[in-house]
């Protein structure tokens, strides 16, 4: 038999299985890292440049009371952006941002097809991208679904303020333990 040559593989599917169990709950945290950041970054933007730049677009589209639904997103993106990233109430600050997205979804992506990133033409000047699909919209959602549904995992203040309480932050979402309702779930 070889030096190089085991009777054991290198990396069993028992090893991968107890890999992948130990870093299950670890799995939110980038997702929630590029979920907040990204509407934080949305929200931000509307700010700097003044909601009422943006009620003047929500206006030609036709949006009811567009100064209030221009306030109302931005303050949406911004405190449901930092909920997620920081991991606190994630579950329930997905439910306005997924209405934000959904409303951008059919009032401004869903003519423009499923691809984020369309290619309209090269020039002397550069590279030309036409309008925008609702791939990304529908990325965001799938993200603050899986969230809402797993929970925002260990490093995270909802992870805090379940362990605080002594549950288990590894397999807790909001209804309880993983896979239980409260009122089934062992005291």
């Not at 929500?58 to 306030?71: M, Q």
């Not at 306005?96 to 423009?112: I, Q």
């Not at 925008?132 to 990325?139: Q, T």
């Amino acid at each position: 038999m070889s030096a190089l040559s085991s009777d054991r593989p290198a990396f069993s599917v028992a090893g991968w299985a107890k890999l992948a169990g130990n870093l299950s709950g670890w799995s939110a945290w980038p997702l929630r890292l590029v979920l907040g950041y990204g509407f934080i970054v949305h929200g931000w933007a509307k700010l700097s440049r003044g909601p009422e730049s943006f009620a003047t677009f929500l206006h030609a589209i036709n949006v009811p009371f567009p100064l209030f639904f221009a306030w109302a997103t931005t303050a949406t993106e911004l405190i449901g952006g930092l909920c997620v990233l920081s991991g606190a109430f994630v579950a329930a600050a997905s439910v306005p941002l997924s209405v934000v997205l959904l409303t951008a979804l059919f009032t401004v992506h869903l003519p423009y097809g499923f691809f984020s990133v369309k290619l309209a033409g090269i020039s002397p000047d550069g590279v030309k991208f036409g309008p925008v699909g609702y791939e990304h919209i529908l990325l965001y959602l799938a993200g603050l679904i899986s969230l809402a549904i797993s929970g925002a995992g260990p490093l995270s203040l909802d992870g805090w303020r379940t362990r605080r309480a002594g549950g288990d932050s590894k397999g807790d979402n909001h209804f309880g333990r993983k896979g239980q309702s409260r009122e089934n779930s062992p005291r």
